[in-house]
């Protein structure tokens, strides 16, 4: 069921509810496709109740499906006719980014980076409405410190497609949550469509081609415009080439076969962000691999079985769709490119699949593929468990004939009869010999398999509290889950959950799996932490079961005593020597039982070779020995 919304100065106004008949558009149209911000058409009548709201520019227009929000634009223009019916055109909120400025930049860092800083420019010279928050980044470049430099003025969009979409790939687009819209560049939207695309089922059409007009066999590359300085000291600019990695060449050929069949076909192309000659060099030949042969191009268009009345999920724009006739020999996985929808017709709606998408390369969509399989292939066991989850609830409820309902009329402190107070759904026509009871009353319903008196194990209540043993959903939303256990990963429906926490710019801090707990950025806090083991500095302090160590010593308990020592062990601090001789401290290692210095049990501090018996204070043996001298000076003694 779809709905059409128009905001205009603060008030919101209904222009297409299916279920009125007085609040529709005509032929309205809505046409989605990767990487361009989309449009919806329709046209509407003079007598529509909302006719004069609609403003060009001002009016943000929406379009629901289900109570789900899966556009949002603005009125680009309007036609009336004689009659005074407008044809309206809308344009995605995508084509926000054309109103903002980028000045001239040099910016070296990742793309999450780039894109988040290219948003927060773009923010501040729009308004409120046509601003986004930096959504889900996963396109990335092996080198993930780019430098990217513009020299001139040009709107957010093109900025982003032109150091974005058209040298990495990938797609940029807008999701909606909360009355906030975030911006996402992904390799593709979200794994498989579940409905498969078969000849003599939806297939529509299918064509294939090839087109030559961007065929390259021979290529002169270049890289960013850097920086240097020359031998007078003077700054200067020269742009990045091949030369110095490619034996004096600045150019790159196919192989001879391929020049056998096409030719020599000359062109230049230049990655403004690559600053190393050799990482140019491997982005060049993979692109003249890849655009060196003339491609087949797939166009594939299907109707979505999900209007016909199948128990199927929906097509979703920019996910990856199995495409399979045999007639054709394909069977090929392809990329939702394109999504027409008729709104007061959905049946008549279609999809379109490329083989090809412009700015795709051969290696990033068999990374997209890769990843979207990995994805589907956790999503579909979920998934599965969840539907059996569903077909055993299912079963229960559908086949429970021979049930009692009873509607109780006795008050259960005086017996007496009164006006029913409460539904019970039981086993046995009897309240007291029951053991199954579902029970309704003024407090909520509750559920019991232990007979009339409870424990109610499942139940949900009137002050808005939900008790459960178990619970299967698809999608679970919450402001606030207190107290019990959370619990993700083991063997059942939750093998393959994730808990991640994110920062405002919605990059992943923190991430719970079955691998264990791992920390990008923030701090850890705790009173006290027990068990396993820890790392810190790369090894410089380390702590397990057996020692705690830093640096080069390490604290350990060994030989009976706790000790605290060097590695080599030359040097030391023992707290119970427990055995008579055993070290108090030393330094000074040599070999075994050697050392410089030497506290131990005996009342002995040993220095070399020189010992000093620990029974007097060392004061009291020096004037000792010194009256042992004055008495020999004397003649007194011996």
């Known amino acids: 069921m779809y709905r059409i919304t128009n905001t205009v100065d603060g008030a919101t106004y209904i222009l297409h509810d299916q279920r009125d008949r007085k609040l529709r558009v005509l032929e309205p149209r809505l046409s989605l496709t990767i990487n361009k911000s989309g449009g919806l ?21 929406e379009v629901w499906e289900d109570g789900a929000l899966i556009y949002e634009g603005r009125i680009l223009s309007d036609e009336a006719d004689m009659y005074n019916t407008k044809s309206v055109t809308c344009e995605g909120s995508l084509a926000y980014l054309i109103d903002s400025i980028q000045r001239p930049f040099s910016k ?94 939806n297939l529509l059409d299918l064509t294939k081609y090839q087109d030559a007009t961007n065929v390259v066999t021979c290529l002169i590359p270049y890289g960013a415009d850097v920086e240097y300085q020359d031998e007078l000291g003077e700054t200067q600019t020269r742009t990045v080439d091949i030369t110095s990695v490619n034996d004096g060449q600045d150019y790159i050929i196919a192989a001879d076969s391929v020049i056998a069949e096409q030719g ?7 990655w403004p962000d690559i600053t190393d ?34 128990d199927i999920r929906r097509f979703q724009l920019g996910k990856y769709t199995t495409c399979i006739s045999k007639p054709h020999g394909l069977r090929k996985d392809l990329l939702l490119t394109q999504l027409d929808l008729y709104l007061d017709d959905p049946q008549k709606g279609s999809i379109s699949l490329g083989g ?85 009353n003024q407090n909520g319903i509750g559920f019991s398999t232990t007979g009339i008196n409870g424990p109610y194990r499942n ?47 919605g990059t992943e801090i923190v991430r719970m799996d079955i691998n264990g707990v791992t920390i990008r950025q923030g701090k850890l806090n705790a009173p006290k932490i027990t068990g396993g083991s820890a790392d810190f500095g790369s090894g410089l302090f380390t702590a397990d079961d057996n020692a705690v160590t830093v640096g080069g010593f390490e604290a350990r308990y060994d030989w009976g005593r706790d000790i605290f020592q060097s590695y080599d062990q030359k040097c030391g601090l023992s707290a119970d020597p427990g055995i008579k001789g055993g070290l108090w401290a030393w330094f000074g290692w040599n070999s075994s039982g050697d050392f ?22 060392l004061s009291q043996k020096i004037r000792s020995i010194e009256r042992r001298l004055d008495d020999l000076e004397s003649g007194g003694g011996e």
């Open 459 to 505: 139940a949900w209540t009137i002050d808005g509290n939900l008790v459960a043993d178990f619970i299967t959903a698809g999608t679970m939303l919450a402001d606030r889950i207190r107290g019990g256990t959370l619990e993700v990963g083991g063997t059942g429906l939750g093998k393959n959950g994730v808990i991640r926490v994110l920062n405002a710019s």
């Open 264 to 270: 020599k076909i000359w062109a230049t192309y230049q």
């Open 596 to 617: 410089d210095v030497v506290i131990n049990n005996s009342g002995q501090v040993v220095a070399q070779d020189f010992v000093i018996d620990g029974s007097y204070e």
């Open 356 to 440: 090809t998408v412009e700015s795709f390369t051969g290696q990033t969509t068999n990374k997209q593929v890769t990843i979207s399989k990995a994805l589907q292939q956790a999503s579909d066991q979920i998934y599965a468990e969840m539907v059996q989850k569903i077909a055993n609830a299912t079963t229960l409820i559908t086949g429970g004939f021979g049930g009692y309902v009873v509607l109780d009329n006795i008050n259960p402190e005086t017996g007496e009869k009164m006006h029913p107070w409460r539904i019970l759904v039981m086993n046995t026509p009897d309240k007291n010999t029951a053991q199954n009871i579902i029970q309704i």
């Open 108 to 201: 070296t860092g990742t793309i999450h980076d780039f894109l988040s800083d290219m948003i927060e420019i773009h923010n501040s010279q729009v308004e409120e409405r046509k601003q986004f928050i930096l959504g889900s980044v996963n396109v990335a470049d092996e080198n993930n410190e780019l430098k990217r430099e513009n020299t001139t003025l040009d709107n957010t969009w093109n900025i982003l497609k032109t150091y974005l979409v058209d040298v990495h790939g990938g797609i940029l687009w807008v999701s909606y949550q909360d009355g906030k819209k975030y911006l996402n560049y992904t390799y593709d939207i979200g794994g498989y469509n579940d409905q498969q695309i078969r000849f003599g089922v």
């Open 277 to 310: 000659p050799a990482r140019l060099k491997t982005v060049a030949e993979q692109f003249l691999a890849e655009n060196s042969g003339i491609p087949d191009t797939l166009k594939v268009s299907a109707v979505d079985l999900a209007y016909t009345g199948a």
């Open 41 to 61: 058409t329709f046209r509407i009548p003079e007598k529509h109740l909302c006719y004069q709201t609609l403003k060009k520019l001002r009016s943000v227009i």
